[in-house]
C-alpha cells in the first residue's frame, strides 16, 4: 500500500469510527469500507501506536482516543473516553462491594467535568452526574488531575507564576491567591492546595473529605494519556461515615488500580 491511498484509508477509518458510538470491529471496518482485513489491521495498529484509537477488550473493537481531543472538540474526547472507561468503573463497583459511585472525571481549566458515572445498589445520590462541572481544587478528580499537571499549566489556572518574588518584596496574598469553598472544608488558598497535591503525589491517589458535601467522602486517581498527561480521573465517592481508615486505602488501591488500567487502554497496552 502506497503512501497516499494508505493516508487516504487512514482516515476513513477515522471518519467511521466517529460515526459510531461505540467500538468497531477491525472485521466491520473491512467489510463497509472495502478494505483488505490486513490493510485494516495494519493501519488501526499504527493509529493505536500514535494514540489516535483504542482498544476495548470487552468490546473487541477500535473507538476513537481522548487524543483526537486535541485536534477536534472535547466534548468527542469526553465521549471516547467515557465509552472506554465504563466497563472499568463497573468493574471497580462490583469489586468494592458496597453502596459507592464510581465517576469518571476531566479537567476543564479549573473545573472537572463529569463524563460517566456507575452506582452500586443503595449508592447515595452524589452531584457528580454526567455533565456536572465543580470546582477542579475542592473534588478528588480534580486534585489528581492537577497532581499531574505540568508546572507552567498548574500557574496559568491559580497562581500566574511561581517565581520568587523580588528582594524586599513579598508573594501576593490577594484574592487571586484565595479559592472558594462549599463547605467549611478545603483549601482556602493556593499555597493550602498545593499541600494537598504534594501529599496526592506521595500517596498515590487523591483524597476530598467533605469539601463538596459534608455527608460525602471521594478518593480518586489520575488516568495518565500517552504523552503522560492528565487525560481524567477515575474516582470513588462513598458516604464518610461508611468507611475507616482501612478502608480509605483500601479505596485508594482500587481507584488506583481502576486508573491504571484506563491509562494503559487509552495507550493501547490492553
Known amino acids: 500500500m502506497t503512501a497516499v491511498p494508505?493516508?487516504?484509508?487512514?482516515?476513513?477509518?477515522?471518519?467511521?469510527?466517529?460515526?459510531?458510538?461505540?467500538?468497531?470491529?477491525?472485521?466491520?471496518?473491512?467489510?463497509?469500507?472495502?478494505?483488505?482485513?490486513?490493510?485494516?489491521?495494519?493501519?488501526?495498529?499504527?493509529?493505536?501506536d500514535e494514540g489516535f484509537v483504542?482498544?476495548?477488550?470487552?468490546?473487541?473493537?477500535?473507538?476513537?482516543?481522548?487524543?483526537?481531543?486535541?485536534?477536534?472538540?472535547?466534548?468527542?474526547?469526553?465521549?471516547?473516553?467515557?465509552?472506554?472507561?465504563?466497563?472499568?468503573?463497573?468493574?471497580?463497583?462490583?469489586?468494592?462491594?458496597?453502596?459507592?459511585?464510581?465517576?469518571l472525571g476531566v479537567l476543564q481549566h479549573a473545573d472537572v467535568v463529569y463524563a460517566s458515572k456507575v452506582a452500586a445498589a443503595r449508592a447515595p445520590a452524589v452531584v457528580t452526574?454526567?455533565?456536572?462541572?465543580?470546582?477542579?481544587?475542592?473534588?478528588?478528580?480534580?486534585?489528581?488531575?492537577?497532581?499531574?499537571?505540568?508546572?507552567?499549566?498548574?500557574?496559568?489556572?491559580f497562581t500566574g507564576s511561581r517565581d520568587e518574588p523580588a528582594d524586599g518584596a513579598t508573594r501576593?496574598?490577594?484574592?487571586?491567591?484565595?479559592?472558594?469553598?462549599r463547605t467549611s472544608r478545603g483549601p482556602k488558598s493556593v499555597a493550602d492546595l498545593e499541600q494537598l497535591l504534594a501529599e496526592t503525589r506521595e500517596r498515590g491517589w487523591a483524597t476530598e473529605d467533605g469539601d463538596i458535601d459534608l455527608a460525602y467522602a471521594s478518593v480518586a486517581a489520575?488516568?495518565?494519556?500517552?504523552?503522560d498527561y492528565p487525560a481524567a480521573a477515575v474516582g470513588l465517592t462513598f458516604r464518610r461515615t461508611l468507611v475507616d481508615d482501612a478502608q480509605w486505602s483500601r479505596f485508594g488501591r482500587a481507584v488506583a488500580a481502576a486508573a491504571t488500567t484506563l491509562s494503559r487502554r487509552i495507550r493501547g497496552r490492553a
Open 129 to 157: 452526574s454526567i455533565g456536572v462541572r465543580l470546582p477542579a481544587h475542592l473534588t478528588a478528580t480534580g486534585r489528581a488531575m492537577l497532581a499531574a499537571l505540568p508546572d507552567a499549566q498548574f500557574d496559568a489556572i
Open 172 to 181: 501576593a496574598s490577594d484574592d487571586s491567591q484565595r479559592l472558594p469553598l
Open 54 to 103: 483504542v482498544h476495548s477488550p470487552e468490546h473487541q473493537g477500535f473507538a476513537l482516543a481522548p487524543l483526537l481531543g486535541e485536534i477536534g472538540s472535547s466534548v468527542l474526547a469526553s465521549n471516547a473516553l467515557a465509552r472506554l472507561a465504563t466497563p472499568v468503573l463497573e468493574r471497580l463497583v462490583a469489586e468494592t462491594k458496597l453502596p459507592v459511585v464510581a465517576h
Open 6 to 48: 494508505a493516508a487516504r484509508s487512514t482516515l476513513r477509518i477515522i471518519r467511521y469510527l466517529a460515526r459510531h458510538s461505540g467500538p468497531v470491529r477491525a472485521a466491520t471496518l473491512g467489510r463497509d469500507l472495502g478494505l483488505p482485513r490486513s490493510s485494516v489491521y495494519h493501519l488501526l495498529r499504527v493509529l493505536q
Open 222 to 227: 489520575v488516568v495518565l494519556d500517552h504523552n
